[in-house]
């Protein structure tokens, strides 16, 4: 069997790769041999569907995590130690999946690990950005800190997310009434009232015809259709996880109208922020941003931020880049950031920006319902005249023939 591995080596370097053996205990030994420390390590075969299935179950939610952080850094802050703190959480953790990776966990940590270590082997529970906060926080030993800053980050994100979906309630519901009822006409309706134009030979517009057309289909091969239908939304499913759709779709995003304007701001606020929390506990620039383009979920940020990174690694200025990449990063934050490479207060200026696009996306999230109601019923409006024009023009049609 192959697996696929994530280790570091004795310099610390992180290597992913895979690794050919009969089972996981096996291919780990094999790794551990090669004086490999073995971070996380997972079939590569392919999965069924139930395996894709049984693991979004087992998910861990974002509230489960925030409250998991939130009760760390209290118990951190009371000054009880580590493994007492990471025992108590074990007890009143109620998500099994996060109880069972608290448990093992907190093995690691008595067996020596440090706590960033015994985090890293818990992925994808625990992110890159989340492992490196607590990393550079055990460097300064403000562990606390950090995960007070962490909570608060994953609240943030989950209020943000809940807005959005909330938003979007109101929408889907008037397009899910709209798409019933269409229903109900193109499979009911409308093959009661062919035989009528049929008869009086008029000449049917292409709109009628073809939801005419839709309709037989849907009567005599309704089976069919939600075959073909569910087959599509596997395939486009299945696309959009790949490397290569999610680039797609990434992309897609940030042109929605309203959605777009929204997401990049969030984009920018979530980076920004991470880089001034990453920057201000020790860790390189460079490394910095590649961190913290992690935390944006949007491969297509990410590959612009990394080779951003490269740029700083290479000697260019950080805000020169940003200037260089203003379709991503209005001129403002390369503004600011130049402010802070002049002052050396780079996460400070970082912080700032973060705030000010956290008080937009704020004000985007308040009016967003607002924001949505012209577009939506711009789309509705035009769904139901042609929907009604289908009908309507034969019906036209059909009195003038009579007139003559």
Not at 29 to 43: A, G, M, Q
Not at 65 to 92: D, H, K, V, W
Not at 143 to 157: D, K, P
Not at 205 to 216: D, E, N
């Amino acid at each position: 069997m192959k697996f696929k591995y994530q280790a570091r080596n004795k310099t610390g370097e992180l290597q992913v790769g895979f690794v050919e053996a009969t089972t996981r205990d096996a291919a780990s030994n094999t790794l551990t041999s090669h004086d490999l420390y073995v971070l996380s390590i997972e079939s590569a075969e392919k999965k069924s569907v139930f395996d894709a299935l049984t693991k979004v179950f087992k998910r861990v939610k974002t509230k489960d995590l925030m409250i998991f952080t939130r009760q760390l850094a209290t118990l951190l802050e009371s000054q009880m130690p580590l493994n007492n703190a990471l025992q108590s959480l074990y007890q009143q953790t109620n998500n099994e999946t996060l109880k069972e990776s608290v448990f093992l966990i907190l093995q690691d940590v008595e067996a020596g690990l440090s706590l960033s270590q015994a985090l890293e082997r818990q992925r994808p529970i625990f992110s890159e950005f989340y492992v490196s906060m607590v990393r550079s926080a055990e460097v300064t030993g403000r562990l606390e800190e950090a995960m007070t800053f962490l909570a608060y980050y994953i609240e943030r994100e989950a209020k943000w997310k809940g807005k959005i979906g909330n938003a979007l309630i109101y929408p889907a519901v008037l397009l899910g009434m709209f798409v019933i009822v269409a229903g109900i006409m193109v499979a009911v309706v409308f093959p009661k009232i062919q035989p009528v134009f049929t008869e009086s030979n008029v000449q049917l517009p292409f709109v009628t015809q073809a939801l005419m057309s839709g309709g037989q289909l849907i009567s005599n091969w309704w089976w069919l259709v939600i075959l073909v239908m569910a087959g599509i939304v596997f395939i486009i499913v299945d696309y959009l996880r790949s490397n290569e759709g999610k680039a797609v779709g990434n992309q897609l995003i940030l042109v929605i109208p309203v959605f777009g304007e929204l997401f990049k701001k969030i984009y920018i606020a979530r980076f920004c922020q991470s880089l001034s929390v990453l920057i201000k506990g020790g860790i390189p620039i460079t490394q910095a941003i590649e961190i913290a383009s992690s935390t944006i979920n949007n491969v297509i940020y990410e590959e612009v931020l990394k080779q951003i990174a490269e740029g700083v690694r290479g000697g260019a200025l950080f805000s020169q880049l940003l200037g260089d990449n203003i379709k991503y990063f209005p001129i403002m934050v390369s503004q600011m950031a130049a402010v802070g490479e002049t002052t050396g207060r780079v996460d400070e200026m970082m912080n700032k920006i973060a705030d000010f696009y956290d008080s937009e996306v704020n004000d985007m999230m308040a009016n967003l319902s607002e924001l949505i109601q012209p577009i939506l019923i711009l789309i509705i409006g035009v769904l139901i005249a042609l929907l009604f024009a289908a009908i309507l023009l034969p019906i036209y049609n059909m009195a003038q023939t009579f007139k003559i």
